[in-house]
């Protein structure tokens, strides 16, 4: 039976008439159009879908919407506010992305990694990204980009 939820995105309210089990991926691509939020696996395993709830990341396609009603859910599509975010900037002067796929979650990983650990060593950031997948192999590009987007203060 379909129920309703208001989730806020991007710091807008959405209100929508869902199961109350929906994944929030699905919610966030089919219902709200915001599509820089990936379908991976589906079963959290690879990264893709990663969003920020309440800060934190979160794999959207494991969250059930009756989790996260009144919570402040960000998007890729959310995280730059009149210019890019520091971690977008970063991965863009690291040249991150191959096939970009799994980049919106690899970007939404980095920003809650930062928030919580401004200046991240090595091993941090290979234990907290280690959730992320990246098929093209651009591990080293992404950490080089953590570490640039720190020094930029993108954790503060």
């Not at 208001?6 to 089990?21: A, I, M, Q, R």
């Not at 599509?35 to 990264?47: I, L």
Request: proline fraction near 4%.
């Amino acid at each position: 039976m379909l129920e309703s939820f208001t989730l806020n995105v991007n710091g807008k309210d959405h209100k929508v008439e869902v199961l109350p089990d929906t994944p929030l991926l699905w919610i966030l691509r089919d219902n709200l159009g915001l599509t820089a939020t990936k379908y991976g696996c589906g079963v959290s395993d690879c990264g893709a879908c990663t969003v920020l709830v309440d800060g934190k990341s979160r794999k959207s396609c494991r969250v059930p919407v009756h989790e996260i009603e009144n919570r402040k859910i960000t998007t890729l599509e959310g995280l730059a506010k009149g210019k890019l975010h520091p971690v977008q900037q970063a991965w863009i002067d690291e040249d991150v992305p191959q096939c970009g796929y799994c980049q919106s979650g690899q970007i939404m990983a980095a920003v809650s990694l930062l928030s919580n650990t401004p200046d991240p060593s090595d091993e941090e950031i290979d234990r907290v990204m280690s959730g992320n997948i990246c098929r093209c192999g651009t591990y080293d590009r992404i950490r080089k980009a953590i570490k640039r987007a720190a020094k930029a203060g993108a954790g503060q």
